[in-house]
Structure formats: C-alpha cells, structure tokens
C-alpha cells in the first residue's frame, strides 16, 4: 500500500496563477484532511471531507477550494495564488469519522508564490 | 476549543527516558489528549491518544493527571530517530476540524 500520496512535490507559482494539489489514499479511509504549514511553525487545518460527499472549513479555508472526488481522492485549489499561501500543503485521511486518531499524512507539497 | 502550551525545546540523552510535558488546563470534558510528532518535515506521525486514563502502546505512554488539566509523553528509551517536533492536541471526539496543532516541543536525542 502506498498510503497517501501527493502531488506535485514541489511547485513555483507566479502571484496569481492557479494550481490544484491531489491527494489520494489507498487505506479505504472516510475522512480525509487539508494542512498547511508555514516555515518553523505548526499545522493548520484548511479543509476536510467527513465523508464522500462532504466538505467542511477548517481553521484557515480563505483561498482555498476543496473537492472530495472519490472515497479514494481529495483535492485542494488556489484560484488566484498568493504569497500569503506560500507553505507545505499536507494532506491526510483517516478511518475514523472526523477524528484526529491515527490521521495517515502524505509527504507533504512545497509551494513557493512569487 | 482547548489550546495547549508545551517547551519550545528539550534535550534527551540516548537510552534514556523522554518526558515531554503539555499543560491543556481549559480542556473541557469531551476533550481527547493527542500525541504527533514530525521528523525532519516529513508528514506528522500518530503517536498515542487519550481521554482520561493512562494508555501505552508499542511506541509510548501517555500520563494524563487526574484534574486533565496536564499530561506528559514518555518514550521510555530515546533513540537518536526520535528526534523529531512533538505535538500535544486537543479535539473533542468526531470534531477533527476544530482542533489545532500548536507549535509543539522539539526534543533533540544526543548520543
């Protein structure tokens, strides 16, 4: 199993372009999660999807879009990039309904915004 | 939602045990204590969780006093891959999307 994949790694954008970050999971799991984390600080919590179907704000969501494509897949978008949103882009699922025990993370998407 | 305040840094020798302590003094009884760390900015790792009693598992234990309103991780023989950021979190059970990561202990394991 690979657990829970992101793409792309890396990623330069322009202040004003758009992007959509994958993420996709092979743990059969309910709920899956959106972070991002800013240099030398913790993670935040942008969206997350209780369940297939489903779409829920976190603590930081402005700028953000979120689609639950599939039990398997979760996507993240910048409409208009900013270089406010320059971070690590973390994505994790998890078994439980909406619960932080044992949330599975990828190996994170470094974004820079000109 | 209950915040947490944890070290900024602490120092662990190798092959001894690790206590990181976390005071969550607003918890509120619904509240599960959570345990993460991330190595070297990889995707944060579960660790151990729990609401009341003490719990332990292959990794760690996790104390928690009896007002709630502390707990401390121990990992009993600290390895140099231990080193890592250490996250103490706060979330009422199925309410993931109000909880907050924090800025969490980085605990250095010198040999």
């Known amino acids: 199993n690979a657990g829970v994949t992101q793409t792309p790694k890396f990623q330069v954008l322009k202040t004003g372009q758009s992007m959509t970050l994958q993420c996709a999971q092979d743990?059969?799991?309910?709920?899956m999660y959106w972070y991002r984390q800013d240099p030398g600080m913790g993670l935040r919590l942008i969206y997350y999807?209780?369940?297939?179907?489903?779409?829920d704000k976190g603590e930081v969501p402005n700028g953000y879009n979120v689609s639950r494509l599939n039990k398997r897949e979760f996507s993240l978008r910048l409409e208009s990039a900013a270089p406010s949103q320059t971070s690590v882009y973390f994505c994790?699922?998890?078994?439980?309904?909406?619960?932080?025990?044992?949330?599975?993370f990828g190996p994170g998407t470094r974004l820079t915004v000109t | 939602d209950a915040k947490t305040t944890q070290p900024t840094s602490m120092d662990c020798a190798e092959g001894r045990a690790a206590n990181l302590p976390c005071n969550h003094s607003?918890?509120?009884?619904?509240?599960?204590v959570y345990w993460y760390r991330q190595i070297h900015s990889q995707g944060p790792q579960y660790i151990i969780h729990?609401?009341?009693n003490n719990e332990t598992n292959e990794m760690a234990s996790l104390i928690i006093t009896e007002d709630r309103k502390s707990s401390t991780l121990i990992l009993p023989h600290a390895t140099l891959r231990d080193t890592a950021v250490y996250y103490c979190?706060?979330?009422?059970?199925?309410?993931?999307?109000?909880?907050?990561f924090g800025d969490g202990t980085t605990l250095t394991v010198k040999p």
């Open positions: 607003t918890i509120s009884g619904n509240e599960y």
């Open positions: 743990m059969n799991h309910n709920s």
């Open positions: 979190i706060v979330s009422p059970r199925g309410n993931a999307g109000k909880s907050t």
């Open positions: 729990g609401l009341k």
């Open positions: 994790a699922s998890s078994e439980r309904w909406q619960s932080l025990y044992e949330q599975y």
């Open positions: 999807s209780a369940s297939e179907g489903t779409t």
